[in-house]
């Protein structure tokens, strides 16, 4: 497999928030499968008892059982659980009309006040979202995962019918912004435009 990342990271002065540029182009001479996640962690301060998940979701799938027990709280987090199992949910994602998804990690209850960080990507180009959420002690964290699949493995996605495919040569492109929400303000702002979706 030849399948090469470009990938540049933009930034501009005075802003909390960055740019990422990926060109995945395949250089061999074969067709390749093209599987691609974004998994952007969060944990403590922004993941703590009563964060949660803002996103304009269409369509929630538990990945399991285990997932299924607690599909109702699949965006509130809670303190750290011994013993706690891993949930996956996989989300269909409402972009906006210039076609962006738009989800954020928050928290309100800072003593300092409320913040978080928003993810926004192009639907056409990851058209999946992977919510991963960890609420164990030592592993306590919450994977926001843009991609072109899901965490189902290679072989159940080829099996399925939906398994990517990079023909030789060919290119594709992928950009995500990244960002902070500092303050109850930026916080109510961004939940008044998911909800505007």
């Known amino acids: 497999e030849n399948i090469v990342l470009r990938r540049k990271i933009r930034t501009r002065l005075g802003e909390s928030r960055l740019w990422?540029?990926?060109?995945?182009e395949n250089e061999g001479f074969e067709k390749t499968p093209f599987m691609l996640l974004y998994h952007i962690n969060?944990?403590?301060?922004?993941?703590?008892?009563?964060?949660?998940?803002?996103?304009?979701?269409l369509e929630i799938t538990p990945r399991d059982d285990e997932a299924r027990k607690g599909k109702e709280d699949?965006?509130?987090?809670?303190?750290?659980?011994?013993?706690?199992k891993e949930k996956c949910y996989y989300h269909k994602m409402k972009e906006d009309s210039s076609g962006l998804v738009q989800c954020a990690l928050i928290n309100e209850?800072?003593?300092?006040?409320s913040f978080g960080f928003y993810i926004k990507y192009k639907k056409e180009q990851l058209p999946e979202f992977v919510e991963w959420k960890m609420m164990?002690?030592?592993?306590?964290?919450?994977g926001v995962e843009p991609?072109?699949?899901t965490a189902e493995g290679r072989e159940k996605l080829r099996k399925?019918?939906?398994?990517?495919f990079l023909e030789p040569g060919?290119?594709?492109?992928?950009?995500?912004?990244?960002?902070?929400?500092?303050g109850k303000e930026a916080i109510d702002r961004f939940k008044a435009e998911v909800k505007a979706i």
Do not use: M
Request: glycine content about 16%; aromatic content about 10%; overall charge negative.
């Open 109 to 113: 209850n800072l003593q300092g006040g």
């Open 160 to 164: 399925e019918g939906t398994l990517e």
């Open 20 to 24: 990422i540029y990926d060109l995945v």
């Open 74 to 84: 699949y965006d509130r987090f809670t303190s750290p659980i011994p013993g706690f």
């Open 170 to 182: 060919e290119k594709k492109e992928f950009e995500l912004e990244i960002g902070v929400l500092s």
């Open 42 to 57: 969060g944990g403590f301060p922004v993941v703590a008892e009563g964060s949660r998940l803002i996103s304009p979701s």
């Open 147 to 149: 991609g072109n699949c």
């Open 136 to 142: 164990g002690e030592g592993t306590y964290v919450v």
